[in-house]
């Protein structure tokens, strides 16, 4: 009777490069993913940066307008 080892070996080996190439080829498209998001990353920071600054200057303003809302009704409102 022959021995099962060599059937064995090679089921082993078959399904270790299985899980390897498996795992090969998702690290491969992180890697390359990973650059693609990398190269954009200067355009969206500057667009975080022009979103951020309209957000502020809205902000400011209606700020402002508060304060002269609040300083005209402590002033005494009517005249």
Do not use: N, Q
């Not at 299985?18 to 650059?35: E, H, K, M, P, S």
């Not at 700020?63 to 009704?73: D, I, R, S, T």
Request: net charge positive.
């Amino acid at each position: 009777m022959d021995r099962p080892v060599p059937a064995v070996a090679l089921l082993l080996g078959v399904a270790f490069g299985l899980f390897a190439g498996i795992g090969y080829a998702v690290a491969r498209r992180a890697w390359t993913d990973y650059r693609k998001t990398k190269a954009t990353l200067p355009g969206m920071r500057s667009a975080a940066w022009a979103v951020t600054r309209i957000a502020t200057s809205r902000a400011g303003i209606v700020l402002l307008l508060c304060l002269a809302a609040v300083g005209w009704a402590a002033a005494g409102g009517e005249r």
